[in-house]
Nanobody, 124 residues
Framework: QVQLVDTGGGLVQAGGSLRLSCAAS????????VGWFRQAPGKEREFVAT????????AYADSVKGRFTISRDNAKTFVFLQMNSLRPEDTAVYYC?????????????????WGQGTQVTVSS
């Protein structure tokens, strides 16, 4: 069992940066693949980024590629999402999620554990 807590959201102007953190409890967190997803009002939850348990594989949505970076520190059971050059369309609630297994996935249905979400608002 893994419990996730998302932090780091806030209000930022367009072009600014934020760093989201996902803190995990559980001794086996290093064996989980982790993803970040986001959901804006009235829209479906969408994939943002994912990282394999070894940090050897990462993947990003086209809309954030080159601006966002996902990383993890298994020793401290954290996963981070560095978000640069933020745009108003990045405004959403951001969630980290974990799934057991080796392969990454951009499908939120494949993730078993979820954080509570953290609000990111980008003003124009």
């Amino acid at each position: 069992q893994v419990q996730l807590v998302d932090t780091g959201g806030g209000l930022v102007q367009a072009g600014g940066s934020l760093r989201l953190s996902c803190a995990a409890s559980g001794r086996t967190f290093s064996t989980y693949t982790v993803g970040w997803f986001r959901q804006a009002p009235g829209k479906e939850r969408e994939f943002v980024a994912t990282i394999s348990r070894s940090s050897g594989t990462t993947a990003y949505a086209d809309s954030v590629k080159g601006r966002f970076t996902i990383s993890r520190d298994n020793a401290k059971t954290f996963v981070f999402l560095q978000m640069n050059s933020l745009r108003p369309e990045d405004t959403a609630v951001y969630y980290c999620a974990a799934r057991a297994g080796v392969s990454t996935s951009n499908n939120y249905r494949n993730y078993d554990y979820w954080g509570q979400g953290t609000q990111v608002t980008v003003s124009s």
